[in-house]
């Protein structure tokens, strides 16, 4: 599977984790030419561009930033409707915030996102948790120091701030070389490790802490950008 690029308190990286099932979308989806456009419910937020035919994932668009706030079960907004303007070649969405996004056709290339999951494990340490589903039909090799293996934060992945300033990393910033192996997640599997950031962060005692996970499947064949939902935490 090739997916086109775009535009430590437990240090178990669990690579066996079944994904949850997904419920049925909103509405029909949508078939441009040989694409078909469609959402996935367990993974809110973001646009899946299919073979009309095979079904064969071709990228993942994160096309509304999902906030998970934690303590309230806040959790990402769906889709409501999506229609085709073939003039304008774009896709226009509504989500269930009546919110409306417009998405380019002709530039799909561009701006291509990997779903990830950031949630709250505990707040002092600030420890959070990652996720990285497969939802292609092979094995999935992941970067170790990217998806931070064994909870280690080995480089600038997460981006946090607090009360809208984001916080200087404080962690290593590991020398890049190929690796010699990769973690490999099974299809319908998802890759979950959690990761203490107090290490890395300066997180104060008060606050709204805000987190996501942003980061490049460094030397993989499975060329991803990886983009999470935003955490929110109330200190």
Same mark, same amino acid.
């Given at each position: 599977?090739r997916?086109l690029p775009?535009v430590l308190?437990a240090?178990?990286?669990?690579?066996g984790?079944?994904?949850?099932p997904s419920?049925?979308?909103a509405?029909?989806?949508?078939v441009?030419g040989?694409?078909r456009?469609?959402q996935?419910l367990s993974?809110?937020?973001?646009?899946?561009?299919r073979?009309?035919k095979s079904?064969?994932?071709l990228f993942?668009?994160q096309?509304?930033p999902q906030r998970?706030?934690a303590?309230?079960?806040?959790?990402?907004?769906?889709?409501?409707?999506?229609t085709?303007?073939a003039?304008?070649?774009?896709?226009?969405?509504?989500?269930?915030?009546?919110?409306?996004?417009?998405?380019?056709?002709?530039?799909?290339?561009r701006?291509?996102?990997w779903p990830?999951?950031?949630?709250l494990?505990?707040?002092?340490?600030?420890?959070?948790?990652l996720?990285?589903?497969? /939802?292609?039909?092979?094995?999935?090799?992941?970067?170790?120091p =990217? @998806?931070c293996?064994?909870? !280690?934060?080995? &480089?600038r992945v997460?981006?946090?701030?607090?009360?809208?300033k984001?916080l200087?990393?404080?962690?290593?910033?590991?020398?890049?070389g190929?690796?010699?192996?990769f973690?490999?997640?099974?299809?319908g599997?998802?890759y979950?490790?959690?990761v203490? /950031?107090?290490?890395?962060?300066?997180?104060?005692a008060?606050? =709204? @802490?805000t987190?996501r996970? !942003?980061?490049? &499947?460094?030397?993989?064949?499975d060329?991803?950008s990886?983009v999470?939902?935003?955490?929110?935490?109330?200190r």
């Amino acid at each position: 599977m090739r997916v086109l690029p775009v535009v430590l308190l437990a240090t178990v990286a669990l690579a066996g984790e079944p994904m949850p099932p997904s419920a049925a979308p909103a509405f029909t989806p949508v078939v441009v030419g040989q694409i078909r456009y469609e959402q996935d419910l367990s993974w809110p937020g973001y646009l899946f561009a299919r073979a009309a035919k095979s079904g064969e994932l071709l990228f993942i668009t994160q096309v509304a930033p999902q906030r998970l706030v934690a303590g309230r079960e806040e959790g990402g907004v769906r889709f409501t409707s999506m229609t085709h303007d073939a003039k304008a070649e774009t896709l226009t969405i509504v989500d269930e915030a009546r919110r409306t996004h417009v998405v380019s056709v002709k530039e799909k290339e561009r701006g291509s996102h990997w779903p990830v999951r950031v949630e709250l494990v505990k707040a002092a340490p600030f420890t959070v948790r990652l996720t990285i589903p497969n /939802l292609g039909p092979k094995p999935l090799a992941l970067d170790e120091p =990217t @998806v931070c293996k064994g909870g !280690e934060v080995s &480089n600038r992945v997460f981006r946090v701030s607090v009360d809208g300033k984001e916080l200087e990393y404080r962690g290593m910033m590991a020398k890049r070389g190929r690796p010699d192996s990769f973690i490999m997640v099974k299809p319908g599997r998802a890759y979950q490790v959690d990761v203490d /950031l107090s290490d890395a962060y300066e997180v104060p005692a008060a606050g =709204t @802490v805000t987190v996501r996970f !942003e980061a490049f &499947n460094h030397f993989s064949k499975d060329e991803l950008s990886f983009v999470s939902n935003e955490l929110v935490v109330q200190r």
